[in-house]
């Protein structure tokens, strides 16, 4: 009888830790699956067509592939083609729009503003992570990926600005 007694015991402290087992299971959530954020897959769109356009021709005034671009004329459409973002105007006047961020925040696909002509934002290019950014430069290099640590844009950095954030669009176009 006291053996049956003792494998009582136990099957019912087996049950209980089964039971335990079976309830903290159902109670913990799922991971959910690993898919980017639209805002993400923004971002890498715009980074991902900007660097296909290495190389293009810098053209003073320029906004397209036919042509050419210039800074502001590249940024703008990477962003039109992109992202479906219209910006509008200079460089300066893209620096009045969307958020300004941190050097520690920049995110691929945010602008990068410098100041080359002794005037403000005169000139923008768009972070495509790892400290490097991604500009229609000059009629020389055209098209081309340099590093915000280099001598000569560390020099004449003003900041950043994200026109793109967790809860959508910020600016769709500079004033």
Excluded at 5 to 15: P, S, T
Excluded at 124 to 149: E, W
Aim: one cysteine or more; glycine letters at 10%; aromatic letters at 8%.
């Amino acid at each position: 009888m006291q053996n049956h007694a003792y494998f009582g015991r136990i099957l019912g402290r087996l049950c209980c830790c089964l039971a335990i087992l079976v309830l903290v299971g159902c109670a913990s959530t799922p991971s959910p699956p690993d898919v980017p954020s639209k805002e993400a897959q923004v971002r890498g769109n715009i980074a991902t067509y900007a660097l296909s356009l290495l190389n293009a021709p810098y053209v003073w005034g320029g906004s397209d592939l036919e042509t050419g671009f210039d800074c502001s004329g590249f940024v703008a459409h990477v962003y039109r083609k992109a992202a479906d973002i219209h910006l509008r105007g200079n460089a300066a006047a893209m620096s009045k729009a969307g958020r300004a961020v941190s050097n520690a925040d920049v995110l691929t696909g945010d602008l990068v503003f410098f100041n080359t002509k002794g005037k403000p934002a005169s000139h923008v290019g768009i972070y495509v992570g790892d400290n490097k950014f991604v500009h229609a430069s000059n009629p020389r290099t055209g098209v081309r990926v340099d590093r915000l640590d280099n001598k000569y844009y560390a020099a004449r950095f003003e900041g950043a600005k994200t026109l793109l954030s967790a809860h959508g669009l910020l600016a769709t176009a500079a004033p």
